[in-house]
């Protein structure tokens, strides 16, 4: 088990490297097969029951790195910006009883936590944070899933060069996780637009990709197969895994 662990992990930092066997990695269909089994052994393994180590106030990134997709330069995300985001709201739907709405003033006024935890990149570096915000599971709670609900999906306000939205998903389990936060302040200020203003996810239990900034609605579904390239993720989508548990 812990081989295969091991190996999953290996393929998967390769996978995402910029180098030649990366490129053969990501253009061969047996390690992708390797991957697909190993992922169920990660998430059974490890799954929604571990805690992500929490840090000393003292040993925070203060320079907390930006990386990632382009900050949003459209018309509609400057327009939040130059109203400071008061016009802004997280919609949550999909398969839920009740669907809402919610203003960066309402969710401010929620019960707010905090968490000091280290974001860990496919691309090698990490950085600890010091993240405030609310609870995702407690916005589900409230939203009340379907019976046929399996997903969670984060539809983000980025784009790639071809226009591509960004997205993520996590599955019901993993997004009640008590560590699984929607972001909206990073050491201790307010989120500011290149760390993915007003609203980020941030899931400290898994790689930094499955933490999508910019999230403009979260979408309840019985299956994401039919959404965009189908694997549950913008990355995923072009071969990394649904599941990174850390």
Known sequence: MKRRLFIASTISSALAACSPIGTALNNNGGFHRLLGAAQGVNHALIGTRGMAREYRDADVNRDFRVNGLPTPSDASYQRYVADDFRS????????????????LDALRAMSQVTQITRHDCVEGWSAIGKWSGVLLGGLLDVAKPRADARYVVFHCMDRDDQGTPYYESLDLHEARHPQTLL?????????DPDHGAPVRLRVPTQLGYKSAKWVKR?????????????????????????????
């Open 88 to 103: 802004y709201r997280l919609v949550v739907d999909g398969a839920v009883e009740r669907k809402h709405a919610y203003g």
């Open 183 to 191: 972001a909206l302040r990073l050491n201790d200020a307010n989120l």
């Open 218 to 246: 979260i979408e309840v579904v019985g299956s994401y197969a039919n959404l965009f390239g189908g694997s549950g993720g913008y990355w995923e989508d072009q071969g990394y895994e649904w599941y990174a548990g850390i």
